[in-house]
């Protein structure tokens, strides 16, 4: 067995490769949607694609204020060009009031142009003015820049249904001091990686202790999740009897 970087080459040549059954057993394709949809239109052998990830914030009403802020201003601008940047920010409608307006600065000194919904524009006061608006595009787009949407919910259940309209399954954030609005979102987010009051940025190999990564899997098999090379085994049953039958 083998693990092979394979550089370069052309449609042709990933056309060759995804097919060549009993010769290649995984490929894990790195690179863009273009490279995605290419692989599955031909593929004959197992791929686990690098997903997207359109990763999302949300604050919720029994947020620590400093700490969201903090997690916040580095999810998006740690490393704004990564998959477990964070894209969307979601503030509860009852502290949206006292946080939009503290959080858009910290962004806007950081450089990051925020795209709003009218309620977020409001809760922002006078800095509402100076903030682009959301399209309904924009909450689905993985920027991989200093752009952030942001909208304004009225329950942790409406931050959840907006994540799994717009989601891509990556890694999802709450910040929150109510144990049972966590566990919550725990339970009820899909995602691969789920943070409570943690940034999104930590959805990594090396950071969660398992050596270089690979890549980083949405699917639900063979593996979700970051991708090192333990997750790139899989099992061999030696078994050793005296005889034995099955009855």
């Given at each position: 067995?083998?693990?092979?970087?394979?550089?370069?080459?052309?449609?042709?040549?990933?056309?060759?490769?995804?097919?060549?059954?009993?010769?290649?057993?995984?490929?894990?394709?790195?690179?863009?949607?273009?490279?995605?949809?290419?692989?599955?239109?031909?593929?004959?052998?197992?791929v686990i694609y690098a997903p997207s990830g359109n990763c999302h914030l949300y604050v919720d009403a029994g947020a620590d204020l400093d700490m969201a802020e903090s997690i916040v201003v580095n999810a998006?601008?740690?490393?704004?060009?990564?998959?477990?940047?964070?894209?969307?920010?979601?503030?509860?409608?009852?502290?949206?009031?006292?946080?939009?307006?503290?959080?858009?600065?910290?962004?806007?000194?950081?450089?990051?142009?925020?795209?709003?919904?009218?309620?977020?524009?409001?809760?922002?006061?006078?800095?509402?003015?100076?903030?682009?608006?959301?399209?309904?595009?924009?909450?689905?787009?993985?920027?991989?820049?200093?752009?952030?949407?942001?909208?304004?919910?009225?329950?942790?259940?409406?931050?959840?249904?907006?994540?799994?309209?717009?989601?891509?399954?990556?890694?999802?954030?709450?910040?929150?001091?109510?144990?049972?609005?966590?566990?919550?979102?725990?339970?009820?987010?899909?995602?691969?990686?789920?943070?409570?009051?943690?940034?999104?940025?930590?959805?990594?190999?090396?950071?969660?202790?398992?050596?270089?990564?690979?890549?980083?899997?949405?699917?639900?098999?063979?593996?979700?999740?970051?991708?090192?090379?333990?997750?790139?085994?899989?099992?061999?049953?030696?078994?050793?009897?005296?005889?034995?039958?099955?009855?």
């Amino acid at each position: 067995a083998a693990v092979s970087l394979v550089a370069g080459g052309g449609r042709e040549e990933l056309a060759e490769l995804a097919t060549q059954e009993g010769v290649v057993a995984l490929i894990i394709p790195r690179g863009g949607e273009g490279l995605k949809r290419a692989l599955s239109a031909v593929a004959t052998v197992p791929v686990i694609y690098a997903p997207s990830g359109n990763c999302h914030l949300y604050v919720d009403a029994g947020a620590d204020l400093d700490m969201a802020e903090s997690i916040v201003v580095n999810a998006k601008t740690h490393r704004p060009g990564v998959c477990n940047a964070a894209e969307t920010l979601l503030v509860h409608s009852d502290v949206a009031g006292e946080f939009m307006p503290r959080v858009a600065r910290a962004l806007m000194a950081a450089g990051v142009e925020l795209r709003v919904d009218e309620r977020a524009a409001s809760a922002a006061g006078e800095l509402g003015s100076k903030l682009s608006r959301a399209s309904e595009a924009d909450y689905a787009e993985e920027f991989l820049a200093l752009v952030m949407a942001v909208g304004v919910v009225d329950s942790l259940s409406d931050a959840l249904d907006h994540i799994e309209r717009h989601g891509s399954g990556h890694s999802e954030a709450i910040v929150t001091r109510d144990r049972d609005a966590a566990r919550h979102f725990q339970l009820g987010v899909d995602a691969a990686c789920v943070y409570v009051n943690a940034s999104t940025r930590f959805t990594d190999g090396g950071e969660f202790g398992m050596g270089a990564e690979i890549g980083n899997s949405t699917q639900k098999l063979h593996v979700r999740g970051p991708i090192a090379l333990r997750e790139l085994c899989t099992f061999k049953y030696l078994v050793e009897g005296s005889g034995q039958v099955r009855i």
